[in-house]
């Protein structure tokens, strides 16, 4: 999603994850006014307005990336949000990774049946299948 501010014309680029579903208030990284959004399936819901409040209130999401109108980045601290990470736990740790006979990549341990919760492949492994 994209909020282009009408006071500094910075464009502010809204995370698709964070922003999926939100009901809230955002700021622009380039003036810091703050904007109450609602967002429906990554779309903006209406048109984003102008509230009261600090840019550095805890309910204040940021945007994910903010550019001028001459495409050059707004960075510094408390402008926009760090990049969003697949798996925090993994940091600098390697998955373990085991080969098979003929010397292919084979993804880690089996999955249990109590892993499968709800999933088409328990229902294969339960004979439900049909």
């Not at 798996?87 to 373990?96: F, I, L």
């Not at 010397?103 to 492949?121: H, Y």
Request: aromatic share 8%; net charge positive; hydrophobic share 30%.
């Amino acid at each position: 999603m994209l909020l282009k501010c009408p006071k500094c014309a910075v464009k502010n680029y809204l995370d698709p994850y964070p922003f999926w579903n939100y009901t809230g208030k955002t700021k622009c990284a380039g003036c810091d006014t703050v904007y109450a959004i609602e967002s429906d399936g990554g779309h903006l819901v209406g048109e984003a307005r102008p509230v009261p409040g600090k840019p550095t209130d805890p309910d204040v999401l940021l945007p994910g990336f903010a550019d001028t109108p001459d495409f050059q980045p707004v960075v510094g601290e408390g402008k926009t949000r760090p990049a969003p990470r697949a798996r925090a736990d993994v940091y600098g740790k390697p998955k373990p990774i085991t080969r098979n006979v003929r010397g292919r990549l084979v993804s880690g341990r089996p999955l249990k049946a109590e892993e499968l919760i709800g999933s088409r492949a328990r229902f294969i492994v339960e004979g439900k299948e049909s």
